[in-house]
Structures are given as structure tokens and as C-alpha cells.
């Protein structure tokens, strides 16, 4: 069964950044688009970015700009670069894997406050 761990989420001030990493266990890690949620107190869970088994991103416009999602298919890996932190960007941030099939992690906290 597939498992992806979340790390480097923390508390950082409004401006500063922080890189996220989401490690995937199991086989054929490179065809699979793997994609960044997050999901803020009291809010639903939204898209943050997506990038394809051929590296293609998309992202959503609240964070365009500001974040890059990345992947290192040597490590089964992907990266969530977050730059020009704002609190609005307060959220437990998840990884996604796929489709086809979809696998999600447990979530790392990230807090934007001064």
C-alpha cells in the first residue's frame, strides 16, 4: 500500500519561505501527476498546485508567483517551494498522488504569523 509523509512544514513570519517535501513509498513514482493541497482553519480543503509525470505545473492564482512545485523521481519526491509567505497561506498542506487511483498523505502545518 502506498504511503506519502509530508515534511518541513513550521512557523515562519509573513515575507519568509519554506520547502515543502512529500515522500512517496511504492513503485512507478514517475507516472503519476502528484499534486499540493491545503486546507486552512475552518475552510475546505482547495488545489494549491499539480505537476504532471512530464513536469508540467499549474497552479492555483493565490499562490502563482509566489510557489513552485517540483520533483526528483530518483527520490520518489516531490517539492512545494513556498515563497513571500502571507497568513492567509495558514493551512495543513497535503500531497496527492494520481489519479489513476488517488493516495494522500497525513498533512504537515504550516503557519504564517509574526
Known amino acids: 500500500q502506498v504511503q506519502l509523509v509530508e515534511s518541513g512544514g513550521g512557523l515562519v513570519q509573513p515575507g519568509g519561505s519554506l520547502r515543502l517535501s512529500c515522500v512517496v513509498s511504492g513503485r512507478s513514482f514517475s507516472i503519476y501527476p502528484m499534486g499540493w493541497y491545503r486546507q486552512g482553519p475552518g475552510q475546505q480543503r482547495e488545489w494549491v498546485a499539480t505537476?504532471?509525470?512530464?513536469?508540467?505545473?499549474n497552479y492555483a492564482d493565490s499562490v502563482k508567483g509566489r510557489f513552485t512545485i517540483s520533483r526528483d523521481n530518483a527520490k520518489n519526491t516531490v517539492y512545494l517551494q513556498m515563497n513571500s509567505l502571507k497568513p492567509e497561506d495558514t493551512a495543513v498542506y497535503y500531497c496527492?498522488?494520481?489519479?489513476?487511483?488517488?493516495?494522500w498523505g497525513k498533512g504537515t502545518l504550516v503557519t504564517v504569523s509574526s
Open positions: 505537476i504532471t509525470s512530464g513536469r508540467s505545473t
Open positions: 496527492k498522488r494520481g489519479p489513476p487511483g488517488l493516495s
